[in-house]
Structure formats: structure tokens, C-alpha cells
């Protein structure tokens, strides 16, 4: 069962903040953001782990509450750079992966100048 | 720095042709996977490897194969190809199996006619 993304779609001025918000049913042990733009490949933003530990890019933040088993994903001061689609990918705990994630179905983010 | 290499990027193949897809992991890296997206999906896994064993399968098609090599790189053999199958391939990297960013290959674009 893939996680959900929330909200699908988010159009903003440059400048502007966004948050996008991913959520599973299953407990997690790792969430991974991505942005890919049409017809390339996903880029890696950050991931977080279960315990606290996160990597990622200067510039993005982002957020995981284990009890809730969501995570949010902070955009802010907007460029024309961000837009694109971001998704999530969720690693499931309890289980013998070796990373395996499982997509939301994103969500397409439009920066207008 | 070195990325992910996928060949080719592009492949056309009739129905009931077969495919190879090989991907080429960033130098150390052990781990690789496969990932299918259709045009406005979500990536979908399909199979792993990590130290040249099967580590994880996903939604893989049985007339759908892969392995890792010796010197890391893998291949994703496909046959007996149908209409359906045409997709973005992409093929990620890691190290260590899990809880590390996945780097992300350009993509190989499968059509079937």
C-alpha cells in the first residue's frame, strides 16, 4: 500500500513557502524525498530516518513524527528551480528490505515568476 | 562526480521482442535497483541486489529477469514484450543495502510497438 501525498498539486509565486506532506499506514523506517522534472530522473533531496537522523541538502528541510508515521517537506523562499514533482519514498520497518521504497504518487509543484 | 549509467536511453522493440536493459552504479556502490514508471506514475520497484544477491522483488513481471555482476553492474532482461510494458526504467544506486539516499540513473525509455 503506497503512502499518500498531500496536497496533489501546489502553484506558488516565487518567493512563497510550501509545505508537502507524506503519510503511511505501515510503520516507517526511513522516508526519502525526490524532485524529478518531466522526463529525467528523480533527484535526491533528503532522507530521514527512524531515531532522528536526517541527510539531505542545505536548503531543504523536512520533517518525520514517527508516532503519526508522516513527514513533511519544507519549501521555502520558492524558486523557479523547484518546480517539479516531489515524492515521496517510503522504506517499511519490520520487514527484511535492503531499501526498497515505496512512491506516493507526488505532488506537482509550479513556481510562477 | 560519477553518476549512475543506464543504456541505452532509448529502446524501441516490437511485441514479443526482447530487451536489456544495464545499468552501471556510481564507483562503491553495492546496491542497486530497478524501478518502472509509466508516463504520470509513480516509480514502481521492481527488483534489487546488493552485493550481487537478489535482496528485494517488487510488482516484476515473471518474463521479466535480472542480475548483478561481479563488478557491480546489473542487467534487466525482458522478454516476450508486450504493449504494456513501454515505460521509463530507472535504475538507482546506493551502498550498504539501506538508509542510504538511492542516486538515480537518466533513465532508459522502453517503446513497444
Known amino acids: 500500500q503506497q503512502p499518500v501525498q498531500s496536497p496533489q498539486a501546489v502553484i506558488l509565486r516565487e518567493g512563497e513557502d510550501a509545505v508537502i506532506n507524506c503519510s503511511s499506514s505501515k510503520a516507517l523506517y526511513s522516508v526519502h524525498w525526490y524532485r524529478q522534472k518531466h522526463g529525467e530522473a528523480p533527484v535526491f533531496l533528503m532522507i530521514?530516518?527512524?531515531?532522528?537522523e536526517q541527510k539531505g541538502h542545505e536548503k531543504i528541510s523536512a520533517s518525520f513524527n514517527e508516532k503519526k508515521q508522516q513527514s513533511s517537506l519544507y519549501l521555502t523562499a520558492s524558486q523557479l528551480s523547484y518546480s517539479g514533482t516531489y515524492f515521496c519514498?517510503?522504506?517499511?520497518?519490520?520487514?527484511?528490505?535492503?531499501?526498497?521504497?515505496?512512491f506516493g504518487q507526488g505532488t506537482i509543484l509550479t513556481v510562477h515568476p | 562526480a560519477a553518476g549512475v549509467i543506464q543504456s541505452p536511453r532509448h529502446l524501441i522493440k516490437e511485441k514479443r521482442e526482447t530487451a536489456t536493459l544495464k545499468c552501471y552504479p556510481i564507483p562503491r556502490h553495492d546496491t542497486v535497483y530497478w524501478y518502472q514508471q509509466g508516463p504520470g506514475q509513480d516509480p514502481q520497484f521492481l527488483i534489487s541486489f546488493y552485493e550481487k544477491m537478489q535482496s528485494d522483488k517488487g510488482s516484476i513481471p515473471d518474463r521479466f529477469s535480472a542480475q548483478q555482476f561481479s563488478d557491480y553492474h546489473s542487467e534487466l532482461n525482458m522478454s516476450s514484450l508486450e504493449l504494456g510494458d513501454s515505460a521509463l526504467y530507472f535504475c538507482?544506486?546506493?551502498?550498504?543495502?539501506?538508509?542510504?539516499?538511492?542516486?538515480f540513473g537518466p533513465g532508459t525509455r522502453l517503446t513497444v510497438t
Open positions: 519514498g517510503t522504506e517499511y520497518a519490520g520487514g527484511t528490505s535492503y531499501g526498497k521504497l515505496t
Open positions: 538507482a544506486s546506493t551502498w550498504g543495502g539501506s538508509a542510504y539516499e538511492q542516486y
Open positions: 530521514l530516518l527512524k531515531g532522528g
